[in-house]
């Protein structure tokens, strides 16, 4: 199994639930978070006055799967945040050594 993780615009999510929904990926975790790369931030105006916003706000999308819907999900995800502008996000997939459902106790890709 793997967990893979996706941080993206804001405005993305909706679009990559429903591209992993269509591969039938339901189960998922959504975070707001906030972050930098490349972009290392903006400038903004308020009231007159100038100030950096160095940590810009995203979302972690977490989903794990099997080993063999990896290759699916990523493609999914690359297709569906992709705008070919500095901070598009970062995909990482990790590997995952157990999952147990606790209202069953399923374990493994059974509680997937």
Same mark, same amino acid.
């Given at each position: 199994? !793997? !967990?893979? #993780?996706?941080?993206?615009?804001? +405005? !993305?999510? %909706?679009?990559?639930? $429903?591209?992993?929904?269509?591969?039938?990926?339901?189960?998922?975790?959504?975070?707001?978070? @906030?972050?930098?790369?490349? /972009? @290392?931030? @903006?400038? %903004?105006r =308020?009231?007159?006055a %100038? =100030?950096?916003?160095? +940590? +810009?706000?995203?979302?972690?999308?977490?989903?794990v799967?099997?080993?063999?819907?990896?290759?699916?999900?990523?493609?999914?995800? +690359?297709?569906?945040?992709?705008?070919?502008?500095?901070? $598009?996000?970062?995909?990482?997939?990790?590997?995952? #050594? /157990?999952?147990?459902?606790?209202?069953?106790? %399923?374990?493994? #890709?059974?509680?997937?």
């Amino acid at each position: 199994m !793997k !967990k893979i #993780e996706c941080i993206t615009r804001p +405005l !993305k999510v %909706e679009a990559i639930k $429903d591209a992993l929904g269509q591969i039938g990926i339901v189960g998922m975790t959504v975070t707001e978070v @906030r972050g930098c790369g490349k /972009q @290392r931030g @903006r400038t %903004e105006r =308020y009231r007159g006055a %100038e =100030y950096v916003v160095s +940590l +810009l706000p995203k979302v972690k999308i977490e989903v794990v799967v099997s080993d063999e819907q990896v290759d699916d999900v990523v493609n999914a995800i +690359l297709s569906t945040a992709r705008t070919g502008e500095i901070g $598009d996000g970062k995909i990482f997939v990790i590997p995952v #050594e /157990q999952a147990i459902r606790i209202r069953t106790g %399923e374990a493994g #890709e059974d509680a997937l």
